[in-house]
């Protein structure tokens, strides 16, 4: 009987899978992180699944139900020229994720690049470049958006390369805190006195170890990359008109017909508050999960 029992507890233990334990930390740990996970995850289904879910085509418009307030056809309200407030705003939730999240890897690459180079070889290098970031960060970020737009005009892939390199060279500080952090470890320095080529030691090495770090990158620059979009096209400067952007939407019916037609102004500010607050939630508490040393440091993008 005792071998029985004792066989029994040899046995190895089922794994759990990472993502699956990661869930469960962030349930237990972060309630509020948990909140916003769910909301960032329900925007991104409504994103996929934008041209199914809308109840109307957001182009077409209805002239006898413009400017009309909720109603059981029109659940949010129509605009100026009678199209359906929802589908437009269900529109606008997948134009917020494709640019957030498609700006935000542009965002990590870059950060990689920069920062990698800049902590792992050090010196004058490292100066060099630094100096540069410095000065590139000395300037108000919106200034730099709005002058670059204003070379390469409107459209999505503009505004996802210039939110992409823009906000890279500012998180390459990150990359390179990261990069220093491990470059003079036990298995760079053995890498290196065996002889392994530098492009092995960055992308077998270097990069693996810089992750945690760059996972954090990328889920807080994704709200920061949805509200520059959204400031660029209320300011003129980003998506064209016929994209129904949240900011173009602010800025073009929801502020000309606000004291007529409320509902034009509150339904997409109100979504851009919402999907900003769980991305930026979310990010925290993913840095709090993933690096313990910068919990409670509050919130905000990084």
Not at 214 to 232: D, K
Not at 280 to 293: E, I, T, Y
């Amino acid at each position: 009987m005792s071998e029985t029992i004792a066989s029994v507890g040899s046995l190895p233990r089922r794994r759990t899978h990472p993502a699956i334990r990661f869930a469960t930390r962030l349930f237990r740990e972060q309630p509020l992180g948990t909140v916003a996970a769910a909301i960032v995850l329900a925007f991104i289904v409504v994103a996929v699944l934008a041209d199914v879910i809308a109840p109307y085509d957001y182009r077409v418009p209805d002239l006898p139900s413009r400017l009309e307030g909720p109603t059981l056809e029109h659940p949010l309200g129509a605009d100026q020229l009678g199209r359906d407030v929802l589908s437009r705003i269900i529109q606008g939730a997948k134009v917020s994720m494709i640019v957030g999240f498609a700006a935000a890897f542009i965002n990590v690459v870059v950060a990689i690049i920069i920062g990698s180079i800049s902590g792992y070889f050090g010196g004058r290098v490292d100066m060099v470049v630094q100096r540069f970031v410095d000065g590139w960060m000395a300037i108000p970020g919106l200034l730099i958006l709005l002058v670059v737009m204003s070379f390469l005009g409107r459209g999505m892939t503009n505004i996802i390369v210039v939110l992409g390199i823009a906000g890279g060279i500012g998180g390459s500080r990150l990359a390179r805190s990261a990069v220093i952090a491990i470059k003079d470890s036990l298995y760079l320095t053995a890498a290196r006195t065996i002889g392994v080529p530098l492009h092995r030691i960055m992308t077998h090495h270097v990069l693996p170890n810089i992750m945690a770090p760059m996972i954090i990158l990328f889920s807080a620059s994704v709200g920061g990359n949805i509200l520059s979009e959204a400031t660029l096209s209320f300011l003129g400067f980003g998506l064209p008109p016929d994209v129904p952007s949240w900011g173009g939407m602010l800025s073009g019916e929801g502020r000309k017909y606000m004291e007529i037609a409320p509902h034009l102004a509150l339904w997409p500010g109100l979504a851009l508050t919402i999907v900003v607050w769980g991305t930026n939630m979310f990010g925290d508490s993913l840095r709090d999960l993933l690096d313990p040393r910068m919990r409670g440091g509050g919130g905000g993008y990084l």
